[in-house]
């Protein structure tokens, strides 16, 4: 079964610079008939001036839009005037609908519909929203941007007081584990990596640790609850609208609070990123590499072979053909694409049920290491052959032309 590509226009000055009748011309040719803009900036600016009326109830104030843009924000706004006169399907993504730094401010939630329904009166017909992230880290690395041991702030705590939950005991459990995590037992390490483990394994060490699991479920439910904010707000805007967001791939999922199964009772689709490559914001090879080696610095007698089984045997999967940490920046194997991609396509799947609710993002880099285009299309083989319908390509501005071939060639129309 062919796939319907979603194009994301990650950078939306390319109307200006290539003419909006050109682009939308190439899209529809091509087969595309959704398109998926963002971020919504120019120049460092966001691209339309907010109506202050819109944020009468938000304590935050939104950007203001330098007057000069005002030619270059037309030329957006005629843009999604123009695909939806030619029958696109448009969405936003990353629309500025957060200025804070955590998720569990309650000013998100206002600021975001705010922003929501500034954004649908300046680009009317909009069909909805797609959030990235919002998420939880998912490094142990020191320091990463994106730690796991994170957010501990005066809003997770007003958070957690409210929503029922002991928040020195879930600090405190985020502490154990992170202690457990850099003093491993070398003797149990080796044990673990050998040893079958099954759906109770897990449940058997958080009945270990409850508060870890607390921790978890403090997690998931503030995800939950502002999503489900969100959506309920966006809808109140205009019926129709949507919103998805997007969390990293099953694999990761879990590490980052997102639960599928309850992700998709509050969003519309959700989009997994299948983003594969090494290094960069953030590829599966690269965070297993950041993962394998942030436990080989913190255990003397680590080898890189035993760190990765270590890795694959937390997230459950495997990167044929890559034994070391050097391996990791070669291309992938044939194998991954048919076992460890399938696996992460009926991971999603079993946890959604809808396949049309599962629109992963799909794409060769995000900095780091760019994956060879010759990659693309084994991803896109295990997407059709696991019975996925949808993806979104990311991006535009960035596609050689070989990659708007593959994209074409898999494409339903
Ligand atoms: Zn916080």
Known sequence: MPLDPWMFMGKIDA????????????????GIRTIVLGDLILDGHPAFAPNPDCYRDTKTRPPAMPAELAPRARIV?????????????????????????CLNDPEYVKYGIARSRDAFEHYPGLN??????????YEIEPEHRSNIFRCFCECCEAKAKATGYDFEAIRLAADRFQGRLSHLDR????????????????????????????????????ILDLLGGMRTGIRQVDPGLHLACGPRTAAFAPLTAYNFRRLSEVTDFICPKFYFWMHG?????????????????????????????LVYKIFGFT?????????????????????????????????????????????????????????MSPIMVAMEQGGLKSY???????MQPVEWEIVKSFCAR
């Open 15 to 30: 109307f200006e610079k290539e003419g909006t009748d050109n682009v939308l011309t190439k899209l529809w040719e091509g």
């Open 77 to 101: 706004a005629d843009a999604v005037k123009a695909a939806k006169d030619r029958g696109f399907g448009v969405y936003l993504h990353d629309w500025g609908q957060f200025q804070g730094k």
């Open 128 to 137: 909805g929203f797609i959030a990235d992230g919002p998420e939880y880290g």
């Open 187 to 222: 003797n149990v390490v080796e044990r673990l990596v050998e040893v079958p483990t099954g759906l109770f394994d897990p449940v058997d060490m958080l009945l270990w640790e409850p508060d870890l699991f607390d921790w978890l479920r403090f997690k998931t439910e503030s």
């Open 281 to 309: 914001i953030d590829g599966m090879k690269g965070t297993v590499y950041r993962w394998a080696k942030t436990f080989i610095d913190w255990h003397a007698w680590m080898s890189e072979e035993l760190a990765l089984k």
């Open 319 to 375: 990167l044929p053909g890559v034994a070391c940490l050097e391996d990791l920046g070669k291309p992938l194997s044939g194998a991954f694409f048919t076992e460890t991609v399938a696996g992460e396509i009926s991971k999603a799947i079993l946890r959604v049920g809808d396949v049309w609710r599962i629109r992963p993002w799909v794409g060769l880099h995000h900095g780091g290491v760019r994956m060879d285009a010759s990659e």
């Open 392 to 398: 979104i390509h990311w991006h535009y501005s960035d």
